[in-house]
Every structure is written in C-alpha cells, then in structure tokens.
C-alpha cells in the first residue's frame, strides 16, 4: 500500500517562498503521474500542478505558471513543488495525489492515492 505524506507547508509573507514535498512509501512510485490541488477556507478542492512519470511533461493552473514548479526525483520516491512570489490567494491545504498510470492529469477524480495535506498560509 502506497503512503504519500507532504510537507513543507507553513506561514509565510507575501512575495514569499515555500517548497513542499510529497514523499512515497510502500512502493515505488515512477512509474505514476503525480499532482499538486490545493483547497482555499470554503472553497473546492482545484488543481495546481501535474507531472508524468517521467518528468517530461509538467501542467499547471494558469494563476500558479511562472510561480510554482512542480519536479520529482523518482529515486528518492518524492514530488516537490516549489512555490514562488506567494500570494495571500494561495493560501489552502495543498495535497498531493498519484494515478496508477504514467500520464499526468487536471482533474482530482482520475488520482487513485491522496496524502493527508500540508497548511500553506500567505500573510499580506
């Protein structure tokens, strides 16, 4: 059974940086496409950024593009994202999720395996 357990999360200043990880146990997961959704105080769960197994191939929610980069080191088993010039709008529990195949995808309900969430909190 495959565990994915983020952190890194926290309270930061605008403009600030914050650089999560989503570490795999259990089983190995390269060959998985693998994501980052977040959940803002009373809003729905919305996708962040995506990744194919292989890391040739990255997707991201238009607001994060230019701020956030999402990479993975398949050989230590975890997924980072690595978040720039945050803004108090990105404020949420940022989860990340894997698909049991190699293409990555937008949408939460194609992600077979959920961590529990890491608070990332954006002060102005």
């Known amino acids: 059974q495959v565990q994915l357990v983020e952190s890194g999360g926290g309270l930061v200043q605008a403009g600030g940086s914050l650089r999560l990880s989503c570490a795999a146990s259990?089983?190995?997961?390269?060959?998985?496409?693998m994501g980052w959704f977040r959940q803002g105080p009373g809003k729905e769960r919305e996708f962040v950024a995506a990744v194919t197994s292989t890391g040739d191939r990255t997707y991201y929610l238009d607001s994060v593009e230019g701020r956030f980069t999402i990479s993975r080191d398949n050989a230590k088993n975890v997924l980072y994202l690595q978040m720039n010039n945050l803004e108090p709008e990105d404020t949420a529990v940022y989860s990340c999720?894997?698909?049991?195949?190699?293409?990555?995808?937008?949408?939460?309900?194609?992600?077979?395996?959920w961590g529990r969430g890491t608070q990332v909190t954006v002060s102005s």
């Open positions: 999720a894997a698909r049991l195949v190699s293409d990555a995808s937008y949408f939460a309900d194609r992600y077979h395996l």
């Open positions: 259990g089983r190995t997961v390269s060959n998985y496409g």
